[in-house]
């Protein structure tokens, strides 16, 4: 929480050039991340090249997003002798908790959204896919990310629950379970705090229904 004050008040161009030199340290380490993406998240190699090629792309994108959204403040038209100016700032402490699917994309893309806005994070990846976040935290670091203001903790959903539930949580970002995302969502709606940001992607498997007239091989190919 002291980090990201000093976080936030960093000019968002710095910011913005941390994620971009982040997208640059990724391109270089591609055979690290695709060796990270297939041996612990089983991915194919297709897939996990697709998957770091959205993380550089989540860089990027946020890079240049935040240099328009958190650069100069924005004037807003208003009565005549009356100026008024918009500012974008940090809200706190973002806790982001991810899930095993997408294990690097996911993560890095929550995070490096909360951090360009001016948060700090505290980064929770899915219990079966801790290398690939540490790594990802390294990079970012590297790429001049404060330490202070981006921590990673490795645990269950117990741990997440600790942070979910923690005063100085200022924001909750969460990829997974409907079941999960409505036990967090009822943990902030019992807290004493004024109302946080909730921001939940769940997602389920959905159901096939097939009968006698199918074609087997276009039920092959839908399965």
């Not at 294990?103 to 909360?114: D, M, S, V």
Request: glycine share 8%.
């Amino acid at each position: 929480a002291k980090a990201q004050r000093s976080w936030d008040a960093t000019p968002a161009q710095q910011r913005a050039d941390c994620l971009d030199r982040a997208a640059q340290l990724l391109e270089q380490r591609r055979e690290q991340f695709l060796s990270l993406l297939v041996r612990e998240a089983g991915k194919t190699l297709p897939d996990a090249v697709a998957e770091l090629r959205e993380v550089i792309d989540y860089c990027r994108y946020y890079a240049a997003r935040g240099r328009e959204l958190f650069g100069a403040p924005q004037e807003l038209r208003g009565p005549t002798g009356e100026k008024n100016l918009l500012s974008l700032h940090g809200r706190g402490v973002f806790v982001c908790i991810s899930p095993w699917n997408f294990p690097l994309a996911i993560f890095a893309g929550q995070i490096t959204a909360a951090l360009m806005a001016g948060n700090g994070v505290i980064a929770k990846p899915a219990l079966t896919t801790p290398l690939i976040a540490h790594a990802m935290v390294r990079v970012l670091h590297e790429a001049g990310i404060p330490v202070h203001a981006l921590q990673l903790v490795l645990g269950d959903g117990r741990i997440g629950g600790v942070l979910v539930e923690h005063p100085a949580t200022a924001a909750v970002c969460f990829t997974g379970s409907l079941i999960t995302a409505k036990a967090i969502g009822s943990t902030l709606a019992k807290s004493d705090r004024a109302a946080l940001p909730f921001i939940a992607e769940t997602g389920g498997i959905n159901a096939m229904i097939v009968d006698s007239s199918a074609l087997p091989e276009q039920v092959v190919r839908d399965v």
